[in-house]
């Protein structure tokens, strides 16, 4: 079974950082590009960053919704089968619980329905 634990999350002021972990487990870490994904209250789960299972898939490619680029960056250690999420200058409008998930598809998707594991969410709350 695959167990996806996100951690990191917590208050920060706006214009803050904060590092977003997720640990994989269950299966062969590099087998599944790894997403993140937020949804705030009232609204639905949106994507925010992928990246590929490896260099050589896909190009190794790396996205970003444009709401977080230049801001998020995405980085996995396969060898620890880690995902992190670096989020600098933080907006009241990042605020939302933020999930990782896997996705076994053959193309990098952005698309949440093409995710096939889920973690449990990890709140993020960013004060104005």
């Known amino acids: 079974q695959v167990h996806l634990a996100e951690s990191g999350g917590g208050l920060v002021q706006a214009g803050g950082s904060l590092r977003l972990s997720c640990a994989v487990s269950?299966?062969?870490?590099?087998?599944?590009?790894m997403g993140w994904f937020r949804q705030a209250p009232g609204k639905e789960r949106e994507f925010v960053s992928v990246?590929?299972?490896?260099?050589?898939?896909?190009?190794?490619?790396?996205y970003y919704a444009d709401s977080v680029k230049g801001r998020f960056t995405i980085s996995r250690d396969n060898a620890k089968s880690m995902v992190y999420l670096q989020m600098n200058s933080l907006k009241a409008e990042d605020t939302a619980v933020y999930y990782c998930?896997?996705?076994?598809?053959?193309?990098?998707?952005?698309?949440?329905?093409?995710?096939?594991?889920w973690g449990q969410g990890t709140q993020v709350t960013v004060s104005s």
């Open positions: 998930a896997l996705s076994t598809r053959v193309r990098v998707s952005v698309n949440p329905d093409d995710y096939d594991y």
């Open positions: 269950g299966r062969s870490f590099n087998s599944g590009d």
């Open positions: 990246i590929s299972r490896s260099s050589s898939w896909n190009g190794g490619s790396i």
